[in-house]
């Protein structure tokens, strides 16, 4: 979950970027509360007496889901260069190539000029991690 692209003769890191604990949490437990008011909605809609079952439903799924991702979503790693980001799984994008960087919650989506969309997720700082890698472009670009 590290980024694993060999760095260009010359070219350098200027930031890691690491998910955090924190914001993970915080988008699970929101995740939490929209499937449980999901679960008994649905629950309400087909006339189910028990509406309650929803939300312990809603509730466990997210729960499962945080519990079995948290170990590998904490490993993930970017790194912001003088010329790219690059990401886990062989992501990456060029600086140059870097149309829009917008803010999703906790996280940063990278969309590129051929439609590309990389996601930075949990992170404790969005702002300033956006402003940072647009700061980057901008010295990037003649």
């Known amino acids: 979950m590290v980024p694993q692209a060999e760095l260009e003769p ?4 200027l930031k890691i970027f690491h998910p955090d604990h924190t914001a993970y949490w915080r ?3 929101w995740m939490a509360a929209g ?3 999901l679960g ?3 629950l309400w809609a087909v006339g189910n007496p ?3 079952t929803g939300a312990v439903g809603g509730l466990a799924a997210i729960a499962v889901r945080a519990g079995y991702l948290a170990s590998d ?3 993930a790693r970017w790194d912001l260069t003088d010329r790219r980001v690059l990401g886990p799984l062989g992501k990456q994008a060029w600086l140059r190539d870097i149309a829009q960087v917008r803010v999703l919650g ?3 989506q990278i969309v590129t000029a051929g439609g590309d969309k990389h996601l930075m997720k949990y992170q404790a700082d969005r702002d300033a991690v956006k402003t940072r890698i647009e700061a980057a472009v901008a010295e990037a670009r003649p």
């Open 106 to 108: 906790s996280a940063v």
């Open 27 to 29: 988008d699970h437990a």
């Open 35 to 37: 499937a449980m008011a």
């Open 50 to 52: 028990h509406v309650w």
């Open 40 to 42: 008994m909605g649905v």
């Open 73 to 75: 979503e904490m490993k």
């Open 10 to 13: 010359g070219e350098r890191v």
